[in-house]
């Protein structure tokens, strides 16, 4: 998901629809406030986010207005089309190509409007390359004379490109390029009848508009998400034209110019593909929900309550950052947003107790990078992986939940520690806490109270679907709205949250029970979206529609039952009629953030539909696996250095679903190939989320960090040092992608609970020694040979196996004429391993490794029929015969006249978790070297000066 507006900034505010209350202009006054003291004002900072994220062009009189109706619309049809009410009415039901179609012409014409074009230097120069494409378009167009209106289409585009455009206004050129753009978008969608009759074969009509379409996404790509996805999508046209005139190891066939506009715009392979098609059925609704979220003060609360619960300890206010950035990434996936919102209220009290400018920013942008990663709610690029990997969204975010949460943890821990060095102390609060014994028992009986909610809950609405029946759905909503009225009650008790100016002299922090009563009802929509993703197993689409309709419900109900139940009908401008306008004013003004932080995905899947294109058409993947290869010796570590290198270059230009598209359709492949024949079977799963990760870092990386510009815009810091800083606390975050790669119980694949349990526990204690040996200081301030030891410690309790591999191999090698007897000597269920020696996709000899597990059977004979596979033997070779259909032989990869060069059955070795008797020891010695270099003050440093 993209960004997700602060409620008091950006186009969506209600400063753009006249209904600012006095609450929300004190709010804005302390966020300027706090803003100017550390660097860039707050107008400021809103443009920072709004040209990254919203678009930076809000004209006056109708012109924005148009803006405003426009993306409230495209909220309206989003909604519609996730709803069961065009089934119900028969009217408004539109297949995938007819809503993307939809959805890409919204997101055009917005990004013209909202996105100007300023005529600088570098911006002149990237309109040279329209040139190029079109000359490559002309080569390839077929008959000279027939291709004329290529020219003429390139010379008008050329022309608006370099006429430019201001900030306040919409000049005539881009109002004609936006309605064209719509146009070309809904091609598909009005002709979709005549196109389907001539799918393969467009007519001049066809070509004429595709390639309009194509030139037109590229400029808007340009506008929206800046030159490098224009340039990269450039390319790529380029290539998939020009392709006899490439070096031999990339080059292809060509394409014509009818081939290319048909795959591209005409069919649902290219701009209109899955990427576009994620964005429209899955993302838009996430994202609208966050924004509606947002709008209803669920960001002020997470804040708060993070505060409230961590600002006493050591260096409190950066781990409350930390929490709450964690928390907004349920209703946000941007990193700038995020950093934005949060920072303007942590990072002036990090600064407070003793974080420099550029540490202060820097915790803000790591942990803010990181609510991309965390479940249930994840990025765009998680609903990617849905369409990609082809497993159900829960799988994807179990397979998330361990990383994420780790490394939430580690940077907590990372706090702590740079608070131990500078000797910090937390901020003082208003309560005494009760003794440890009491503070237990009150989370053990919490903790039971829950667990036995949510068992009653679990079943209870087992129970009301079978004897409800088809009144089921009105019983919960019923049973819900309860709720919340319950829990709103609970909130009234309490006193608003407001904002606090974070510049003013902090004499305590918030009670936490109370600041957590406030606003406890926020929770409900997120459970409703939990719940119909995890345990009612709704497609994700569906699942954000419940939420976000339960969502509207509570901004429209809010503010008059706050009202009601406190007795504030005071008269004047405090009515529940008043109340009630301003929930529907929230509504609106939310309704307008989501499609506009909805307008740089819809660009950025649709462009990148352009580069899956090109990779379908031309099978440049497997060219490149060869590249891949040779560069990196076929090495499987030297190729996934190589992506994350890829990766973060290009996440220096690209958003990061963008570039986790791009990423994952050139080398997701390639890598699990290359595993293949290294000996390593590489979950899919696995390898797309070692790209998500390293997409995510690129926001964080120099020079090209967006994320730790905006965290030194905030914090008056240097940026290029904040994003070192980031760069150094997030390397946790780096190192995660290599350790689940090579241990995918960190993923929980084939994990049951208890030991999934087991391994939450054991990956967070190498996590925080990880951190700790790259921060220096575990006890006290660490020597290069105790941090080499931590590392060494981590490393083991991370991945046991990589040890005791050495001391006992985990595979008994035998000839392939032993393959029937040794399945019969394995135990059903363990994984059992073949080297195959056969041809890849293009022909070429290929030798690589596969992994079923043993199943079930009497004998070897029974176990070779369960898996479907049959095989000869002429002499020593045994070759494969035949393999039935749809059998775990073929999912494994296995086919006809493949020769088995090994059998590798599983061997009798002892356990990889005894590797952790000699990592622990050597820990206790790091610990007992430490402790006796220690001085008490050193454990536990303390500063009068940091109160």
């Keep these: 998901m993209n960004s997700d507006e602060d409620p ?43 040209s990254s994220d919203t678009g930076a062009r809000t004209p006056a009189g109708w012109v924005g207005k148009t803006i405003l109706i426009v993306a409230f619309c495209w909220s309206l049809f989003q909604v519609w089309i996730a709803s069961p009410l065009p089934f119900m009415f028969e009217f408004g039901i539109l297949n995938d190509t007819e809503t993307r179609s939809v959805h890409l012409a919204f997101a055009m014409f917005l990004a013209y409007l909202a996105y100007p074009a300023e005529r600088t230097p570098v911006q002149l120069g990237l309109a040279l390359i329209v040139p190029v ?63 389907a009759t001539r799918i393969g074969a467009p007519i001049t009509q066809d070509m004429v508009v595709s390639v309009i379409g194509l030139l037109l996404l590229l400029e808007v790509t340009r506008r929206a998400l800046g030159p490098a996805l224009m340039i990269v999508a ?13 070096p031999e190891i990339i080059a292809h066939k060509g394409n014509s110019l009818s081939e290319v506009v048909n795959h591209q715009w005409i069919t649902t392979e290219g701009v209109f593909g899955i990427a576009l098609g994620v964005s429209t059925s899955f993302v838009f609704l996430f994202v609208l929900f966050g924004a509606l979220l947002d709008k209803a003060g669920a960001g002020n609360y997470f804040i708060q309550v993070a505060f409230s619960l961590m600002g006493h300890m050591r260096g409190g206010p950066a781990k409350a950052a930390v929490v709450s950035s964690a928390m907004t990434g349920l209703i946000s996936g941007s990193s700038i947003a995020n950093v934005v919102t949060t920072g303007t209220f942590t990072i002036p009290l ?15 942008v790591a942990s803010s990078v990181n609510g991309q990663i965390m479940p249930p709610v994840m990025g765009a690029a998680a609903f990617l992986m849905v369409e990609y990997v082809g497993i159900p969204y829960f799988e994807v975010v179990k397979h998330a939940v361990i990383p994420a949460t780790i490394s939430y943890i580690a940077l907590v821990y990372i706090v702590h520690l740079e608070a131990m060095k500078a000797g910090m102390r937390g901020l003082p609060r208003a309560y005494e806490p009760p003794p440890l014994l009491r503070r237990l028992v009150g989370f053990v009986f919490g903790v039971m109270v829950l667990c036995i909610l949510s068992v009653v809950v679990y079943y209870g609405m087992g129970w009301i679907r079978p004897v409800f029946g088809a009144a089921a759905g009105y019983v919960i909503f019923a049973l ?14 309490e006193e608003p949250l407001k904002l606090d100016d974070p510049n003013a002299e902090v004499k305590e922090l918030p009670l936490p029970g109370p ?13 409703v979206l939990v719940w119909a993703l995890m345990v009612d197993r709704l497609s994700p689409g569906l699942s954000a529609f419940w939420a976000t309709a339960f969502m509207i419900f509570i901004l429209l109900t809010q503010r008059p039952l706050m009202m009601m139940m406190r007795g504030e009908d005071y008269g004047g401008n405090k009515t529940i009629p008043t109340a009630f306008r301003a929930g529907v004013n929230d509504l609106v003004d939310g309704m307008i953030s989501g499609a506009r932080n909805m307008i740089g995905i819809g660009i950025a899947t649709a462009t990148a539909g352009i580069i899956v294109g090109v990779v379908s058409q031309t099978g440049v993947g497997s060219a490149l696996a060869d590249v891949v290869e040779v560069l990196s010796g076929g090495h499987l570590l030297a190729i996934l250095f190589l992506t994350a290198v890829l990766s973060l270059i290009l996440g220096m230009g690209l958003p990061t679903t963008a570039n986790y598209i791009v990423v994952s359709a050139l080398l997701a492949p390639v890598i699990v190939t290359l595993g293949q024949q290294n000996g390593l079977i590489v979950p899919l799963i696995a390898v797309h989320l070692f790209v998500f990760y390293f997409g995510i870092m690129a926001d964080v990386t120099p020079p090209v960090g967006l994320a730790s510009f905006a965290a030194a815009a905030v914090s008056g810091g240097d940026p290029i040092k904040t994003g070192v800083v980031a760069f150094f606390y997030s390397l946790r975050t780096a190192a995660l992608p290599f350790l689940f790669i090579f241990n995918t119980d960190l993923l929980l694949i084939d994990v049951g609970w208890v030991h999934g349990i087991f391994v939450f526990i054991t990956a967070t204690l190498a996590m925080l020694l990880f951190a700790a040996a790259t921060q220096g200081w575990f006890i006290t301030r660490s020597n290069i040979v105790e941090s080499f030891l931590l590392l060494l410690v981590a490393f083991t309790i991370f991945r046991p196996g990589y040890w005791m591999d050495m001391i006992s191999p985990p595979w008994d090698d035998r000839p392939p004429t032993e393959l029937v007897q040794a399945l019969g000597d394995s135990t059903p269920g363990e994984p059992f391993r073949l080297v195959i020696a056969g041809l890849d996709d293009v022909g070429q000899p290929v030798e690589f490794r596969v992994e079923m597990a ?25 070759l494969i015969d035949n393999v039935a259909f749809d059998s775990p032989a073929q999912a494994a990869g296995l086919d006809w006249d493949q020769k088995v060069l090994l059998v590798r059955a599983p061997a009798s070795a002892p356990s990889k978790y005894w590797m952790y008797i000699p990592a622990f020891a050597v820990l206790a010695f790091v610990i007992w070297l430490q402790r006796r270099r220690a001085e008490p003050d050193d454990r536990v440093p303390a500063s009068p000066a940091m109160t």
Excluded: C, H
Excluded at 20 to 44: F, H, K, P, V, Y
Excluded at 160 to 189: C, F, R, T
Excluded at 234 to 246: A, D, E, H, R, W
Excluded at 350 to 364: D, I, L, P, R, T
């Design 350 to 364: 990090m600064k407070k107790v003793g974080f420099s400018s550029e540490k202060a920013g820097a915790v803000e």
């Design 133 to 195: 494409v079109l000359t490559a378009m002309f080569v390839m167009a077929g008959p000279s004379g027939s291709a004329w209106w290529i020219v003429l289409i390139g010379a008008a585009v050329i022309a608006a490109i370099l006429a430019g455009s201001p900030k306040n206004w919409v000049p005539p050129w881009e109002w004609a390029m936006a309605i064209v753009s719509v146009g070309a978008a809904l091609y598909i969608y009005v002709f979709y009848r005549d196109i």
């Design 515 to 527: 600041t957590v009563r406030s606003g406890l009802y926020y929770i409900l929509p997120v459970v």
């Design 480 to 493: 819900l709205v309860a709720v919340y009225i319950a829990l709103l009650w609970v909130g009234s008790r």
């Design 234 to 246: 450039s390319v790529f046209l380029i290539y998939t034209f020009l392709g006899p005139y490439m």
């Design 8 to 50: 008091k900034r950006g186009a969506g505010g209600p400063a753009d629809t006249g209904t600012r209350s006095s609450d929300q202009m004190e709010a804005a006054a302390i966020e300027n406030a706090a803003s100017g003291a550390g660097g860039l004002s707050q107008s400021e900072l809103d443009e920072l986010v709004a």
């Design 854 to 878: 043993v199943p079930e059977g009497a004998t070897g004979e029974d176990r070779m029929a369960a898996l479907g596979l049959e095989t000869i033997q002429n002499g020593d070779e045994v």
